[in-house]
């Protein structure tokens, strides 16, 4: 009979040499993939959260232009703000939704008849539904807006609250400018 050979499993030195560098690569593509992970982590933090924020509307306030419940993108840092363009900022100790229907400088006055007059002439708000009533408040009409003062009123004018209310709103009290909206009904 023949008496088994024992196989030599010894490693070759080759065979070693292959091994730690398999290893080596491996932890580098580790720490590649964690540092490129925490550069994306980093990078969504940054746009969506200092220069995009998303924000869910707070009410039924801007119906039926936008419901509660739907999600806002906001872009925090507009250059310039322009009539119509619809905000979110701090009002009434509350973050708020809004339309500026005037700007820094505009006279603003809301008549006996429930009209939105700015600077003399009656505003034509085509998308807007409702009257524009004066509130039971301390702004008194007709109102100057000074540097850096923005009138915003909501698109439900008969009942919502906005700077009929609490009066016009700082320009460091807007968050920024709404750029698109996602409907949540179908969510």
Do not use: C, H
């Amino acid at each position: 009979m023949r008496k088994k050979q024992k196989k030599d499993i010894s490693v070759s030195p080759e065979r070693s040499i292959k091994r730690k560098r398999r290893k080596a690569l491996d932890r580098r593509d580790l720490q590649s993939f964690l540092v490129r992970l925490v550069g994306l982590v980093l990078f969504i933090f940054l746009l969506f959260y200092v220069i995009f924020r998303i924000i869910p509307v707070p009410n039924d306030d801007m119906r039926p232009t936008l419901r509660a419940r739907d999600l806002q993108l906001v872009y925090r840092y507009p250059t310039e703000l322009w009539n119509n363009d619809v905000v979110v900022y701090e009002g009434g100790a509350r973050t708020r939704t809004g339309r500026i229907v005037a700007r820094p400088g505009d006279t603003v006055e809301i008549t006996e008849d429930d009209q939105l007059m700015v600077n003399g002439s009656v505003v034509s708000e085509g998308d807007i539904y409702f009257s524009t009533p004066a509130y039971d408040s301390d702004v008194t009409y007709p109102l100057t807006l000074g540097e850096n003062e923005y009138f915003i009123l909501s698109d439900y004018r008969e009942g919502a609250k906005d700077s009929r209310q609490f009066g016009p709103v700082q320009r460091n009290q807007i968050i920024g400018k709404v750029l698109t909206v996602l409907r949540r009904s179908g969510l």
